[in-house]
Every structure is written in structure tokens, then in C-alpha cells.
């Protein structure tokens, strides 16, 4: 059995489900109310391959919504409340979505391995990263020519470069791909440096330096809340992988010819009988979801039992090909811009 | 997903080198605020022995079990009574009796009825799912005196707890009613126990938050092991969640 950690993208939006759910209690109460609520199983179904394997899945909400950022000990007892729920249910792989694995990461709750009498067993969760980073390349390496952008002439700028997600995509654009020039922008000097060295190249530049040279912007931090993009300053066309957390970059975006792409979101072949997607806002909520949760399914599918995604920097191009190639094997594709695709100014 | 935009990640930061410290447990007000939370735990020790003394005449075939359970809880309350004694407190007792008195009505009243249910219900899944919440909550800001000895408790407590889930279970489908109806009248009560403790448990250090998501986690388990339905216990933990 496979699980996915998630909850919903605001206090209002997690009101409105628990009302939809007969919840009445939940939904009046206000966010102190929301904030001693325990996680939830909310749902499980089954994921059946085009190999034919049929695995079934459990969703458990971790009554965490992103208002609760500013209070550190609430947003830490969710996430680790969430896991040791889904550990409890037996679940044998789970994906640490949304904000769950940023709080993981940022709040370093590897000190907290013993939630009451359970000691948690980090192999039982992946942080999905690892396919979230093959995606976003990919996402880059089909999307950029349809644009007429050609990536063996391209500049790419990796926004968040240094991060576990960012230095994958890096390492992928460089030694797979073959970009012309990666541009790489990071809140640090020193990790950019360490990662310049490692990828023996790439340019480092400021975000403002780097956005008007960018030919594809993948955006894996979130952005600076005041920050406003002029396109005229950008390259036409451009293309722009939106992969940060929550997805926000069209917004911000004043002007044309600037072809946003939601990063890190794939679709399966089929329709999933889950209503969860619908929680997270997508399109097309019964079969695209996130990259990081696909891979809790990859990881069942191909009963790899193992925190697959963990800690910092450990994505390996390896570990790539193998969920990409799962990926493709059990019938995800990654979100692509709509084809025909008005080509500006090319 | 990979990011956090940089001011919350500060503030996130600030806030935890904040709770890190352990309380002063010389101070005149914990001391003040031990009082009633030691006595309160004393109190709840023998309330628990009693229960189970009292539950073994509703199902004499257990009524040995029901005596060696009760025994634990007699040395727990023993155990308790020194913290207190260690940190040179005395315990507010009649404010204790006081704080348990609405819920010891209440299993006093189904006592006489013989609903074994309920007796059930208020002893081994409301209290001790309370107790063990509470108890988990406190050891990591407890003086290490208590620590150990609360560390040793909250074991016995899950055979407390289990022993009431494995009944229940056994008996489901003749107690769901009664187990509903119990819930109702009785989980309002744990909540407002709950709030008329926060103040003095926030002074251990122990968050309301906290205690109200633990408690729930762990009486939810226990009705989700007895047999009831995700939706039916998410629907009966509301109680517990409004105020």
C-alpha cells in the first residue's frame, strides 16, 4: 500500500471541504479549532498500471493549512502526526506533499523520529523529489522546442538552483540535456559554488541579472511575495517552469509572449477514483497530480520500499533514469503546454 | 516541493530556538500551577483504581484482571505523589475532586444502571486516552525526577487503554449505540477539563494544542480499533473539537 500526505491550499478551502464532508464541527471552527484537529485517512483507492498491476492507495489530510507557517509547533506536530498515522496504518511508501516535506526539511524533523510510543521509519517515506526533478527537466526538454527554443542554444536559468530539486534539474540540464549555458540563481554564495563546481559550469547570477538572458526560467523557490516580473524585460519567447510551492508564477506575470508551465505535475493514463486532486486545484483533478506523490506510486508499483527521496543533494542521475523510466512504464506523462502553441515573436 | 519563501523560514527559525529551554521548576508559579496538575493526576490514579474495582462487579469474570489493572493504577498514583514531594509541592486536592467530579458522576450513574458500556467508555478509552495524551505532552518537559517515573506510567496506560478497545471490540454491534450515546454526554466533559487545565499546563509547558490533538489521536484510535468507521468517528470527535 502506497500513501500520500497532503492538505488543502488555504484555511478557507479546507473549511469549505470538511463542510462538503458533513463535517460541520471542523468546517465552523475557527483556526485554533483547526489547529488541535488530528490528521485523517481520508480516502483510499486503487492505481492500476498499463502493466496490469493494481495497487491501492490512502490519502491522509493532515489538517495543516499553509496560515498555520507562522506557528512552528503546529505546522511540526502535523506533519509529524501525519506520518506516524500513515506508519500506523501499516502504508508501506508515502509522499511527503505540499508544504509537508518543505516543513520536513526546513524545521529538520529528522530530530524527531519518536511521536509518542512510535519511532518513525523513515524508510516507509520519500519526499518525491527525485521524480519531481525528472519531470521539471523533462517538462524543459519537450516544451522548450515547441516554443522554438533550442536547448543546445539555450540559456536556462535554474531559480533555486542549490536546492535538492534545483541541483537535480542542473545536473540533468547539463549532462543530459546539453544546454548551452545554465544560469544559476540562489539565495547562497557558497552552495552555488560548490554546485558550480561540481557541474563544472553554469553562470551565477542574480535573479535580476539572469531573468532577461533566459531563454527557459525553471523556478524552484517560491518567490519573493513583492516580486513582480515585467515581461518586456524577458526574452521572447520564454518559456517558464513554474515549480515551486504553491504554484503562483502566472500572477505575476505582466504581459504577453511568456508561456508559463505548471512544473512538476503529471497525468496519468486514466481516470483515479480519488477526489483528493481536487484539494490541490488541477485541471484535470482525477488523473494529474503531483510529481512527489506519483512517486510514492512508482515506488509501490515497482515494490521499491525505501525512502527513495531523502535529505539533501542525494539525487543522483541514476536514481533518475529509474523513476523515469517507472514513470513511463506504469503510464504517467508530464504536463505540457497545449499544443498548438501560439509561438511568439519566433 | 522544494521551497518556503525566505521571511517565514526566519521567523519558523526564531520561534524554535525560543521553545527549547526547560521550564524553572523552583519557581514560585510552576510550583503553583504543579499543584493542581499533580493533584489532578493523583486524583485521576484513584479514580482509575476505583473504576476498575467498581467495573469488576459489572463483568465478575474478569473481575481478577479488572483488580490487577486497578493495582497498577494505585502505584502510578504512589508514583505521582512523590514528583510532587520531590519538587516540594503539595497537591490541591480538593481541587482535584472537584475538577473529576462531573465525570465521576457520571460513571457513578451507570454503575448503579449496569451499563458496562459506559463505565467503559468514561474509565478506559475517555480517561486513559486523556491520561496517555497528557502524559506523552509532559515527559519531554518534565524535571527528570518525573520524567522517569511518568515514562514507566505511560506504558501501563496502553494495557489500560487496550484492555477497554479489546472489550469493546469483542462487543461491538450490542455497544455501538450506547458507545454513541456515551460519547455524547461525555466527551464535552474531557474537553472542558481540558480548558480549565490549559492555563496551569501552559505553565509546564504543555500547549492546550497539543493536548487536545493527542488526546483526540489517541480516543480516535481506540474507536477505530473497536470497529467504528472513519466518518463516524470523525463525527464523534467533533464534540471534542468545538468548544
Redesign the interface.
Given at each position: 500500500m502506497f500513501g500520500l500526505i497532503g492538505h488543502s491550499t488555504s484555511f478557507e478551502a479546507a473549511r469549505q471541504k470538511a463542510s462538503e464532508?458533513?463535517?460541520?464541527?471542523?468546517a465552523?471552527?475557527d483556526l485554533?479549532?483547526w489547529?488541535?484537529?488530528?490528521?485523517?485517512?481520508?480516502e483510499t483507492f486503487d492505481v492500476t498500471s498499463p502493466t496490469g498491476r493494481t495497487i491501492t492507495g490512502a490519502y491522509i489530510d493532515s489538517c495543516f493549512v499553509p496560515e498555520m507557517?507562522?506557528r512552528?509547533?503546529?505546522?511540526r506536530?502535523k506533519v509529524l502526526?501525519a506520518m506516524?498515522?500513515a506508519q500506523?496504518k501499516g502504508i508501506h511508501i508515502t509522499a511527503l506533499?505540499?508544504?509537508t516535506?518543505?516543513?520536513f526539511e526546513?524545521?529538520n524533523l529528522l530530530q524527531h523520529q519518536h511521536v509518542?510510543?512510535t519511532t518513525l521509519e523513515w524508510e516507509r517515506f520519500t519526499?518525491?523529489?527525485t521524480h519531481?526533478a525528472w519531470v521539471i527537466s523533462r517538462q524543459v526538454e519537450i516544451n522548450a522546442p515547441r516554443l522554438g527554443i533550442d536547448l543546445s542554444k539555450a540559456r536556462v536559468a535554474v531559480v533555486?538552483a542549490t536546492?535538492?530539486?534545483?541541483s537535480a534539474v542542473c545536473r540533468w540540464l547539463s549532462q543530459r540535456t546539453g544546454v548551452a549555458e545554465l544560469l544559476l540563481v540562489a539565495?547562497q554564495p557558497q552552495p552555488l559554488l560548490d554546485l558550480q563546481n561540481e557541474l563544472g559550469g553554469g553562470r551565477i547570477l542574480s535573479l535580476d541579472e539572469a531573468l532577461p538572458e533566459a531563454d527557459v526560467v525553471v523556478w524552484?523557490?517560491?518567490m519573493?511575495?513583492m516580486l513582480e516580473i515585467d515581461a518586456a524585460s524577458l526574452r521572447q519567447p520564454c518559456l517558464m517552469i513554474d515549480?515551486?510551492?504553491p504554484k503562483n508564477l502566472d500572477a505575476r506575470i505582466a504581459g504577453s509572449g511568456v508561456h508559463v508551465l505548471k512544473g512538476?505535475i503529471v497525468e496519468f493514463g486514466s481516470d483515479i477514483g480519488w477526489n483528493m486532486m481536487e484539494l490541490a486545484e488541477m485541471e484535470k483533478p482525477q488523473r494529474q497530480m503531483?510529481a512527489?506523490f506519483a512517486e510514492a506510486m512508482l515506488l509501490e508499483f515497482e515494490s521499491c520500499h525505501t525512502n527513495f527521496s531523502w535529505g539533501r543533494n542525494n539525487i543522483t542521475l541514476e536514481k533518475m533514469d529509474f523513476i523515469g523510466e517507472a514513470s513511463r512504464r506504469h503510464g504517467f506523462s508530464t504536463l505540457n503546454l497545449s499544443a498548438p502553441v501560439q509561438v511568439a515573436a519566433a | 516541493?522544494?521551497?518556503?519563501?525566505?521571511?517565514?523560514?526566519a521567523?519558523?527559525e526564531d520561534?524554535?530556538a525560543a521553545?527549547s529551554q526547560l521550564p524553572d521548576f523552583t519557581s514560585e508559579a510552576y510550583k503553583d500551577a504543579y499543584s493542581r496538575i499533580n493533584a489532578i493526576v493523583i486524583e485521576g490514579e484513584q479514580e482509575a483504581h476505583d473504576n476498575y474495582i467498581a467495573l469488576g462487579t459489572l463483568i465478575p469474570e474478569q473481575k481478577d484482571e479488572l483488580a490487577r489493572l486497578a493495582r497498577m493504577e494505585l502505584k502510578h498514583m504512589k508514583g505521582f505523589t512523590s514528583c510532587g514531594r520531590n519538587l516540594g509541592v503539595e497537591a490541591d486536592l480538593p481541587f482535584a475532586k472537584k475538577f473529576f467530579a462531573p465525570l465521576h458522576g457520571n460513571f457513578q450513574a451507570a454503575l448503579q444502571e449496569g451499563k458496562v458500556v459506559t463505565c467503559l467508555l468514561i474509565q478506559a478509552l475517555l480517561i486513559e486516552a486523556f491520561a496517555?495524551s497528557a502524559y506523552?505532552i509532559y515527559i519531554p518537559v518534565a524535571d527528570p525526577f518525573a520524567r522517569k517515573i511518568t515514562e514507566g506510567v505511560?506504558?501501563d496506560e496502553?494495557t489500560h487503554l487496550n484492555y477497554g478497545q479489546e472489550w469493546l471490540k469483542a462487543n461491538f454491534e450490542a455497544s455501538k449505540d450506547e458507545l454513541m450515546e456515551a460519547n455524547k454526554a461525555n466527551l464535552p466533559l474531557i474537553r472542558s477539563m481540558l480548558e480549565q487545565v490549559a492555563a496551569d499546563a501552559a505553565v509546564l509547558q504543555m500547549?492546550?494544542?497539543?493536548l487536545?490533538?493527542?488526546f483526540?489521536?489517541a480516543y480516535?484510535?481506540a474507536l477505530s480499533e473497536i470497529g467504528f468507521s472513519?466518518?463516524d468517528i470523525?463525527?464523534m470527535?467533533?464534540?471534542a473539537?468545538?468548544v
Open positions: 464532508l458533513g463535517f460541520d464541527h471542523i465552523d471552527g485554533d479549532v489547529c488541535s484537529a488530528p490528521p485523517q485517512l481520508v507557517l507562522s512552528f509547533k503546529t505546522a506536530r502526526n506516524e498515522l500506523k506533499g505540499g508544504f516535506s518543505i516543513i526546513n524545521f509518542r510510543s519526499t518525491g523529489n519531481t533555486g536546492g535538492d530539486i534545483g539565495r524552484v523557490a517560491s519573493p511575495r515549480g515551486g510551492y512538476g503531483f512527489c | 516541493m522544494p521551497t518556503l519563501e525566505t521571511s517565514e523560514v521567523v519558523l520561534s524554535m521553545g496517555i506523552h505511560v506504558k496502553y500547549e492546550k494544542e497539543d487536545i490533538e493527542d483526540l489521536i480516535q484510535e472513519s466518518r470523525a463525527r470527535a467533533a464534540a473539537l468545538a
